[in-house]
């Protein structure tokens, strides 16, 4: 089938585009990305007609003067033909339509979607529809059955799916494809076609093969291929007679095949290499048009379907065919004349005539037939597929088949198969091959490249002006690849056959005049990635090596990779680096990390471990959070941050698919930022990157980490108890990193961990969660414990209250040996806010007593603004726990001051581990024993008078604490205003006089309820035991 390939011409801007012939051939027919549709009365016509019928044309389809196209604004339009006048809206999608087409008479159009559904509608009423609902991803083809009974579907979910119109049901699936999450993501747009007139198969392309299928058994009957052809297959289309299927494949072939003989009849390449995403044939069959995605339209020009079918003759007939000249000359050009019965060799049977095209002489293909039982293609190894049903009925249907020992046979690997590495990319932006895009997009600024007929240049644009004006760059060196900061701009181009690939660097905080510098990479090696950070500079290169730049040009330390770069990051002293440490299966991607920090102390904090990616996707952004935490999104939308406090695990923190309304739709993530917990990102609809015009517009994302029962109120509050744990964690790496904190900041995160804390406890109470309740007390500061132990008590959960307070020592203890020893540092008690506090509310005298650090202590009592117990260390312990100043609410002062220091001396080496009393009352006998016990204990310690007037302090304020401790702070104040009140009312009973006073004990304030206390200390106590105990109290 000789042919002349016409040459390519421009159609429509660069994108998809389709191609289809009217009626009567007369017109050509086509749509493209830039909303028009073209009426081309040849190849040649330089002045077609044109119709705008959106900002995009997905598809159309023309039949019987009525052209219906899928526009960009998610409805399919109907217009006349050749006039172009709009005639209504067919129907409407969620999301655009990717595919139209009409049944054999033009009464019925179909189209499918990118939201999954695929609709059947009436041309005379479009109120008739009929939706098909199964498909699990967005639709790429669909199809009519000639005979109108039938519809079939490609989705990008990899099925094929045959579908009863009337029905409106499923009549069979096949897994062919590979699965994607998008119409621009899949490797094939699978345009399947039905076998026109009778129908009789229906063409599926699949990978690099097409199968054919019987209508009705819907049996796989055969495949076609070519030794030739090693890209996907896009699009078929069948010859108008139904005999030959011609086909376009993304690398640009373009094969036609006999189906009755499945031969290849017809090869031709795109002279650019370009992918074909349509085909069409003329009405007379001579003729086929055909599209790239570059928006150009070519023709095939002179095709010719005179073959003859390859049939069986009578032995008689073949000597009549061939004379003596005929026979040497296949001899001469070495091919065997043995087809002729009286040449026949012994070893061939009489089946072997059917392997032999009658007109050429020439033995058929062996490679192309595959219907025999060693023709399980990859596709069908990978899903799993059953070997074709029926060989002799498939082989009587389309032909002879080849004999099984001519065929070499083929392994059947039925194990994973590898997955294509992903490329190196720069995050934050856009693919290289648009001509518009963005080279970078992140917190500081954005860098825009333009590469048209017009100009080829690169904007720069900053957030905040401050930092340095706008400025506009001209891109002669073919910069690819760009990273900005608050210091300089960072760009870089691959290598050409000419240039070496280069290295540039705008440094505009440079104090200079000088402020730009170049460098070239060696011969062979390009840059793959580059980043920018605080004073320095990173590329990686094809020559798996890490070059590090300072930030005035110095070259510093190279190291090598284990493998390709994937992308970089940079934020501070930090460098974030991703690359392939293996090959990856199944669609999953094996690729390592590398986080080092490039401070005075070099360390490495991640060496190489794998970087957690969800189940068959990709990376598609990595960077640092504002704070400088390490991040990453992967092609499914979930948002991974790094834990520092879990042994530097990864921690899914966000899904960006759980807002998106359609599975085309995508966020483009710009920046995370962890106070606020924001995510920000821009939405793209049908896309996964935007256009560059007009500016788009931000949007910002809640994060949410993946807890279950989030719906309960006991799963929302872990989940924002874990998630503030998480956001707040930079303050530990910022602080030891040697950056300023802001400790107003890290006081309010603390402090609401900690109320949430409180709320879970208080739920785990009320549902009688005892053991969950200790659990969570685990989790609270040494300054919160106590408040929990109030509530317990309140809530009369004894035993609990019990357990809270061995756990208040606990976390004494171990607060204070893990304390730093600060000789100079003030201790602070219970009532002394500050060491400046401290010495204004207490005389000289009192001051000097208290304001150094005792070599040991001995008993400490805990109280709060109303007496509701205290806390009671037996033996003397290694330090005193300094106790919360006072406050109304406990949740207000949780982190206003800071620990106390540790207690030194000899006697921290001597003494007991201190023991947490009980909250209820005790008797005072066991309080005497306490007493004594730390009185006895003072000769074991080096005579000191500070000391010893310390020890006495406190153990006199405790044996007069426990005075009143049965009694309440209430009843303690009405003994001794019992007398005034009756005073004032001497003919009120008992219950109007404890009336009255509870009214006076509430207007007091948390000072004049000590004065009870203050009562019980005789003026007969040492005088400095009665100072220490007042500055004790206050």
Known sequence: MPCERKPMRYGHSEGHTEVCFDDAGRFLVTCGNDGDVRIWESL??????????????????????????????????????????????????????????????????????????????????SSQQKTLRGHEAPVLSVTFDPKDEFLASASCDGSVVVWDIEEQTRVISWPLLKKTNDVSNATSLCRLAFQP????????????????????????????????LTQPINVVSW???????????????????????????????????????????????RQVAYTDTEGCLGLLDGLTTSISAPTKKPAKDFNDLFDDDDDDQLMDEGLSDSHSPARKPATRDEDDDDLVIPSTGRVKNRGA????????????????????????????????????????????????????????????????????????????????????????????????????????????????????SQEAVLLACPSTEELASKLQCLHFSSWDTNKEWMVDMPNGEDVKALCLGQGWAAVATSALMVRLFSIGGVQREVFSLPGPVVCMAGHGEQLLVVYHRATGFDGDQALGVQLLQLSRRRRRVLSGEPLPLSHKSYLSWLGFTGEGTPCFV????????????????????CNTRDTCKSKSDHYWVVGVHEN????????????????????????????????????????????????????????????????????????????????????????????????????????????????????????????????LSEIAMEKTIQSQEEEPEEED?????????????????????????????????????????????????????????????????????????????????????????????????????????????????????????????????????????????????????????????????????????????????????AEERLVRLRCKVPHSAPENTRSGIFALIQ
Not at 387 to 405: Q, T
Not at 825 to 848: M, N, T
């Open 44 to 125: 040649d016509d330089d002045d077609p007609k044109f119709i705008t019928v959106g900002e995009k044309a997905y598809s159309l389809a023309l039949k019987k003067g009525k052209l219906v196209t899928a526009t960009s604004n998610n409805t399919v339009q109907i217009h006349t033909f050749p006039d172009g006048d709009p005639d209504g809206i067919l129907t409407r999608f969620t999301t655009n339509a990717t595919h139209v087409t009409f049944n054999s008479c033009g009464s019925r159009v179909a189209a499918g979607s990118s939201d999954f559904m695929v609709k059947v509608v009436e041309v005379a009423d």
């Open 197 to 228: 007139s009778s129908g009789k198969f229906l063409a599926v392309p699949v990978e690099t093969k097409v199968h054919l299928y019987e209508r009705g058994s819907w049996e796989h009957a055969a495949t076609l291929s070519d030794d030739l």
């Open 239 to 285: 010859s108008p007679c139904g005999r030959f299927l011609a086909a376009g494949a993304v690398g640009g072939s373009l094969m036609v095949w006999d189906v009755n003989s499945k031969l290849c009849v017809e090869r031709q390449k795109h002279e650019k290499g370009f992918s074909v995403c349509s085909l069409a044939w003329h009405p007379s069959g």
């Open 369 to 484: 037939i595959l219907d025999d039982e060693n023709s399980l293609d990859t596709a069908s190894l990978r899903f799993g597929e059953d070997k074709p049903g029926d060989e002799e009925d498939a082989g009587r249907a389309l032909g002879p088949v080849a004999p099984p020992p001519l065929l070499p046979s083929r392994p059947a690997y039925e194990g994973p198969l590898p997955s294509p590495p992903q490329k190196a990319f720069q995050p934050g932006s856009t693919p290289a091959h648009l001509t518009h895009r963005f080279m970078m997009w992140n917190s500081v600024g954005i860098v825009r490249g333009y590469n048209d007929e017009q100009d080829n240049a690169i904007d720069v644009e900053f957030h905040d002006s401050a930092v340095h004006h706008a400025m506009h760059l001209t891109n002669s060196l073919g910069h690819t690849m760009a990273d900005i």
């Open 634 to 653: 992967d092609s499914e939308g979930v948002v991974r941050m790094l834990n520092r406090a879990l042994a530097n695990t990864w921690t899914p923190v």
């Open 676 to 803: 606020p917990q924001q995510l920000r990102c821009i939405p793209c609809k049908g896309s996964r990157y935007p256009p560059t015009l007009p500016r788009p517009a931000l949007a910002i994302l809640p994060f949410k980490l993946p807890l279950c029962q989030t719906t309960t109120e006991k799963g929302q509050m872990e989940e924002q108890f874990w998630r503030s744990a998480l956001f707040h964690n930079h303050y530990c790496f910022l602080s030891t990193s040697g950056f300023e904190v802001d400790e107003d900041a890290q006081t309010r995160s603390e402090k609401e961990k900690q109320e949430l804390l409180m709320k879970m406890f208080a739920l785990s109470c009320r549902l009688e969660r005892e053991f969950r309740c200790v659990e969570l007390a685990e989790l609270m500061t040494q300054n919160v414990v106590p408040l929990a132990i109030r509530y317990a008590s309140r809530s009369r959960r004894m035993a609990l209250a019990q357990r």
């Open 825 to 1005: 540092e003030d201790l602070r008690y219970s009532g002394i806010r500050r060491s400046s506090e401290a010495d204004a509310a207490v005389p000289s005298s009192q001051s000097s007593l208290l304001g150094s650090n005792p070599p040991s202590s001995g008993v400490l009592c805990g109280k709060t603004s109303e007496v509701s117990g205290c806390f009671q260390v037996s033996g003397a312990g290694k330090s005193s726990a300094s106790a919360q100043p006072r406050a109304t609410n406990i949740l207000d002062s949780m982190t206003s001051g800071r620990k106390s220091a540790p207690l030194s001396g000899p006697a921290a080496k001597a003494s007991k581990s201190p023991v947490l009393k009980p909250l209820a009352p005790r008797p005072k006998t066991k309080v005497a024993e306490h007493v004594r016990k730390c009185r006895t204990a003072e000769p074991k310690v080096k005579k000191n008078p500070q000391l010893d007037c310390w020890i006495e302090s406190k153990a006199y304020l405790c044996s007069c604490w426990c005075d009143f401790r049965p009694k309440t702070g209430f009843q303690l104040w009405l003994e001794e205003n019992r007398k005034s009140i009756t005073a004032d009312g001497p003919d009120l009973d008992e219950t109007e006089v404890i009336r009255e006073a509870m009214g006076r004990f509430r207007a007091l304030s």
